[in-house]
């Protein structure tokens, strides 16, 4: 029995381990906003959806080259933060600055774009490729 019990630890540490390494900014990732919310200033923020707020349903981190690449556009991170717990990725692409913050453990993520007018929130999760 305890044999059986350590085989099953030693099976869950190792699969934690491998996963947990996804998200540390050694594999390319693709990400996709699950949940937009566009907020203005003096109002409250409204659900959308990635096509509403003309953001790709799909973006890639590529961390070796330091960029996000979506279908039709790459933007380069021009500021790379890397705590235990989170990776924070900021840059500005078109007049509009963004962040996203890639938890390491889970890898999902929070993101904005935001310019003088407003600001677009979004969370989603992000798988290797």
């Known amino acids: ?25 050694s594999r390319l990732l693709i990400c ?8 203005e ?18 973006v890639r981190i ?3 080259r330091k960029l996000l690449v979506g279908p039709k556009s790459e933007s380069p991170i021009r500021v790379y933060e890397k705590t235990d717990q989170q990776i924070l990725m900021m840059g500005s692409e078109q007049g509009f600055g963004w962040t996203v913050v890639l938890d ?8 904005t774009i935001a310019d003088r ?3 677009f ?6 798988t290797p490729i």
């Open 62 to 64: 590529d961390f070796d």
């Open 104 to 111: 390491q453990q889970s890898g999902e993520i929070s993101a």
């Open 1 to 25: 029995m305890r044999k059986a019990l350590y085989s099953a630890l030693v099976l869950v540490a190792m699969c934690s381990s491998a996963h947990a390494g996804d998200f540390d900014g």
């Open 117 to 119: 007018n407003g600001a």
């Open 41 to 58: 200033a003096g109002s409250h923020c409204v659900a959308a959806t990635p096509a509403d707020v003309g953001t790709p349903s799909f």
């Open 32 to 39: 996709a906003p699950v949940e937009v919310k566009d907020c």
């Open 121 to 126: 929130v979004l969370f989603g999760s992000c």
